[in-house]
């Protein structure tokens, strides 16, 4: 394990540099392997996509290798009655919300059966726009409130995403309003090739909170546990009514931001390479050994699970038929414009 890449004074419950792990009090041992099966499915979803990508199949895909640890510890911290709004960097997030596969890869294929309903799964759309949907979940989290319901949100995001002024708008309300909110940040120190250092002045994203008057919490993004037991008690506290909480979760972006992106030219490949020592879903799976819970075999039993959920997302996704080229122009205007019009007609001219 290298130590370059370990950051003093973050919370962790999986030991470092031998520190002792902790056990997390509601975790049973089924519960600890739900956590592994989540986290290997994220992964196999990734990689699988990157492939998919090269082969052509889509156009762009926003690789999230090193967030899984994020985004499973939130998730297994929620109940199935709180909602999840993630931004492009969890756009599988609603896998482990029983969304099918298929229907994630067809939102990145641009097909309309990408598309769901959210309130089927509790999971917003995937948002692309930097931190706009950050006051949507705040907006959804106040009318929960409203409604006397006591189920949560949490809303996922980026260190970037905080310089943005839709970030500021949502914050600032849910906490005025006390909405039941998790504002969810992946600290993966860049922006595309943006570094922390030049995107703000703050020492600590978590800093940002106290001017919202809103607590935050501090965690190793690389320690599924870590924002598991964070995520969980800021639910608890939005389940009784004292409002939202930040959590800045601190990992590092290995991977390109997306399939799109050269980082040769900009990232440090030696950080790189200490960061994937200590990759969250092999951290996690050392735990889990040194808790006698896992071996070679159950560990490759779950990633052929997951493959093979793959190879049918795939098929199926191949098998749809291709999407009517004309709902481009269905759904916008009661009565079109006369240039939409004419936008029509020379799309059914050219592939008549
Ligand atoms: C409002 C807006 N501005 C710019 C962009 C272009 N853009 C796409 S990803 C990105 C970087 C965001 O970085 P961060 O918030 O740290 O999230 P990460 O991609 O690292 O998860 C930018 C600027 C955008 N999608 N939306
Ligand atoms: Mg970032």
Redesign the pocket.
């Known amino acids: 394990m290298q130590h370059g890449a370990v950051e003093e004074g973050l919370t962790r419950v999986i030991g470092v540099d031998g520190e002792p792990d902790r056990r997390l009090d509601g975790l049973d041992d089924d519960a600890l392997l739900a956590i592994h099966r989540s986290l290997v499915m994220l992964r196999t979803y990734d990689e699988r996509s990157v492939v998919y990508h090269r082969q052509g199949r889509i156009g762009t895909y926003?690789i999230?290798r090193g967030?899984e640890g994020i985004q499973a510890g939130a998730v297994h911290a929620l109940d199935r009655r709180d909602w999840i709004f993630p931004?492009?960097?969890e756009s599988a997030i609603g896998l482990l919300r029983g969304l099918p596969a298929a229907t994630i890869l067809q939102w990145w294929r641009g097909h309309p059966s990408g598309w769901w309903s959210p309130d089927e799964v509790n999971v917003a759309s995937i948002c692309?726009?930097?931190?706009?949907h950050v006051p949507h979940a705040a907006g959804l989290a106040w009318g929960l409130r409203l409604k006397g319901s006591d189920a949560a949100a949490v809303v996922l995001?980026?260190?970037?995403?905080?310089?943005?002024g839709?970030f500021h708008e949502g914050a600032n309300v849910a906490a005025v309003t006390k909405a039941p909110l998790v504002l969810l940040c992946?600290?993966?120190?860049?922006?595309?090739s943006?570094p922390?250092s030049e995107?703000t002045a703050a020492a600590r994203l978590a800093d940002k909170a106290v001017g919202y008057g809103m607590p935050a919490a501090r965690v190793d993004g690389h320690d599924v546990l870590a924002v598991y037991e964070a995520v969980r008690n800021a639910v608890a506290r939005a389940r009784a009514g004292d409002g939202p909480t930040f959590v800045e979760a601190v990992t590092y972006?290995s991977a390109p931001?997306?399939t799109a992106d050269d980082p040769g030219l900009y990232i440090d490949a030696d950080r790189v390479a200490a960061e994937e020592e200590r990759d969250c879903v092999s951290v996690y799976e050392d735990y889990l050994r040194r808790l006698g819970l896992l071996d070679d075999a159950a560990a490759e039993t779950v990633r052929n699970e997951a493959l093979a959920t793959m190879r049918a997302a795939i098929e199926t996704a191949e098998n749809e038929p291709p999407a009517d080229r004309e709902l481009v122009f269905s759904h916008a205007y009661a009565e079109p414009p006369p240039d939409l019009a004419r936008d029509l007609d020379e799309l059914r001219r050219v592939h008549a």
């Open positions: 926003a999230y967030h931004s492009y960097r692309v726009p930097i931190a706009t995001f980026g260190d970037g995403a905080t310089s943005e839709a992946n600290n993966n120190q860049w922006a595309i943006t922390l995107q972006r931001h997306a």
